[in-house]
């Protein structure tokens, strides 16, 4: 066998074995390659998305939590006006009722007094017709010398 013929049979079943390849095998793993390229382009994409969604969620997530501390702490500010405002409340009902209290008992002290003087004019009525009974040794008349003591009463 020649060495050149053996040579143009190799070339031969080379060139078939390149234009079979080219034919039937290479489409498909270049399709497949395109593909899977295709696939990694769009993974990396989604990759880059979701990052930036990320940093948007935790930017959103930051702004709501300093909302949230704001309104906790007004929330906490109106509870303590409130507080300051029902003891200031529970103080003013506080002087008022003490207030009640001491002209309730002003009035009843007036009334005890009143009724202390009244029991007292009796008393020095009563003393006095006994003594003018005794200095006069006889009964005296109880309905002039009572107007008598009226009067006298009255003045004191």
Known sequence: MNI????IGQMIT????????MKFVWPPITSALAERKKKI?????????AEHDLELAQAKAVERLTEAKQQGAEIIEQ?????????????DQAREEG??????????IEQ????????????????????????LSSKVDAEEHNAMLDKLAAEL
Not at 4 to 7: F, R
Not at 102 to 108: F, G, I, K, R
């Open 4 to 7: 050149n013929a053996t040579m």
């Open 14 to 21: 080379f060139v078939i074995f390149v234009w079979f390849c």
């Open 41 to 49: 382009a769009d993974g990396l994409s989604a990759a880059d998305r």
């Open 79 to 91: 509870a303590n006006k409130r507080a300051a405002q029902l003891v200031d409340e529970a103080k």
């Open 99 to 108: 207030a009640r209290l001491v002209s309730a008992a002003q009035a009843e």
């Open 112 to 135: 005890d007094t009143n009724r202390a003087r009244e029991e007292l004019r009796a008393q020095v009525a009563a003393v006095a017709i006994a003594g003018a009974e005794k200095v």
